[in-house]
């Protein structure tokens, strides 16, 4: 049953873009000669007063066809007939649209939290080397860990883990004022009463959060999420991700599957499908954006590249171009797709 709810999940937040792209469109009045949620043979269809709405039969992705969008322009509602920054709009909005329903989805699951962790250090492990004046103390918040941003109380332990080097620079929030501490050694390790290693705080638990602090927590838990891709490449860059921890539709679909069978009530799994969901809608949208040609971002910043020739050599980069360059982009992503849908399986069949 969860594979089933997963994928359909997973179909919706396509859906969910693909609608961002059609109401950014209808803005704009570019045409959209056909809106379809899901992929493959159409199993429903409406004949709107331009645009043709289509229920496919494969509930994965979905797709709106933009008037001109093969780079020709055939009239005034031609994609390419518009103005450079409402293209921008028109390809960003789809992302926009997974963040805002990203947001959302958040809000609904911190609404139901009865507490929320914090970031403020409420006390420390007995024997923790590095409490004082020029270390750390009670009351402060981690603001920044080696140069990274702490939204949440779950960053820290992640940021000082993945912390090049023996030593590692937190900025805490003390008092009012930022206090950097430096070059301090700072790594998990055994504590008296443990059994495994650990860095030796404890943190203050807001025990009665008022909407202004879940609003508040929520958009930083966005901010985080949103952070995890560029975080990842830095991974990749550093060595310390691979491939393996790349997931795709199957991969995703699998932890959405586990999450919800292992729920203990039925509540529990609705409330991990629905954070499941966030993210995964978020991660779409910040993966679109990449200036990778095929994708959203790749479109983006070709349309850019085109207006810096037109203004630098008073002459337009060919629409062809951009096709070709689109469509080998696609291609390159699909066998890319393929790659890691083929590595998932062997990962989940390993398990």
């Known amino acids: 049953m969860f594979i089933a709810i997963s994928i359909l999940i997973f179909g919706l937040i396509i859906a969910i873009h693909e609608l961002g792209h059609f109401i950014?469109?209808?803005?704009?009045?570019?045409?959209?000669?056909?809106?379809?949620?899901?992929?493959?043979?159409?199993?429903?269809?409406?004949?709107?007063?331009?645009?043709?709405?289509?229920?496919r039969a494969i509930p994965i992705g979905g797709f709106c066809a933009l008037d001109g969008d093969d780079n020709?322009?055939?009239?005034?509602?031609?994609?390419?007939?518009?103005?450079?920054?409402?293209?921008?709009?028109?390809?960003?909005?789809?992302?926009?649209?997974?963040?805002?329903?990203?947001?959302?989805?958040?809000?609904?699951?911190?609404?139901?939290?009865?507490?929320?962790?914090?970031?403020?250090?409420?006390?420390?492990?007995?024997?923790?080397?590095?409490?004082?004046?020029?270390?750390?103390?009670?009351?402060?918040?981690?603001?920044?860990?080696?140069?990274?941003?702490?939204?949440?109380?779950?960053?820290?332990?992640?940021?000082?883990?993945?912390?090049p080097g023996d030593t590692i620079d937190v900025e805490v929030i003390r008092d009012g004022q930022r206090v950097l501490l430096q070059n301090l050694p700072l790594r998990r390790q055994l504590f008296e009463g443990s059994d495994t290693p650990r860095f030796g705080f404890y943190f203050e638990v807001n025990e009665h959060p008022t909407f202004s602090d879940r609003f508040t927590y929520t958009f930083h838990n966005l901010l985080d999420t949103m952070r995890q891709l560029p975080l990842t490449l830095r991974m990749f860059a550093r060595g310390q991700a691979g491939i393996e921890d790349v997931s795709s539709v199957?991969?995703?679909?699998?932890?959405?599957?586990?999450?919800?069978?292992?729920?203990?009530?039925?509540?529990?799994?609705?409330?991990?499908?629905?954070?499941?969901?966030?993210?995964?809608?978020?991660?779409v949208a910040m993966v679109n954006m990449l200036p990778i040609p095929g994708l959203d971002g790749g479109r983006i910043f070709l349309m850019l590249v085109s207006w810096v020739v037109a203004r630098v050599f008073r002459r337009e980069l060919s629409r062809k171009v951009e096709g070709y360059i689109n469509m080998a982009g696609i291609a390159l992503l699909l066998g890319l797709m393929i790659f890691i849908i083929f590595n998932d399986i062997i990962q989940i069949a390993g398990r």
Do not use: C
């Open 24 to 55: 950014a469109a209808r803005i704009f009045r570019v045409g959209v000669p056909e809106f379809a949620i899901g992929m493959g043979p159409k199993l429903l269809k409406k004949q709107g007063k331009e645009t043709l709405y289509t229920l």
């Open 72 to 163: 020709e322009i055939s009239s005034d509602r031609s994609l390419f007939a518009k103005p450079l920054w409402q293209r921008v709009i028109i390809f960003a909005s789809g992302s926009l649209m997974n963040i805002l329903v990203g947001f959302l989805l958040l809000l609904a699951f911190f609404s139901t939290m009865t507490s929320l962790p914090t970031t403020t250090l409420s006390g420390f492990a007995e024997g923790f080397p590095l409490e004082g004046q020029h270390g750390f103390m009670v009351g402060d918040s981690f603001h920044r860990i080696d140069g990274s941003r702490v939204y949440q109380n779950a960053n820290i332990g992640m940021l000082l883990d993945l912390a």
């Open 250 to 283: 199957v991969g995703i679909v699998y932890i959405m599957n586990q999450a919800g069978t292992t729920a203990p009530t039925a509540d529990i799994a609705f409330w991990r499908m629905v954070m499941l969901m966030a993210i995964i809608s978020v991660s």
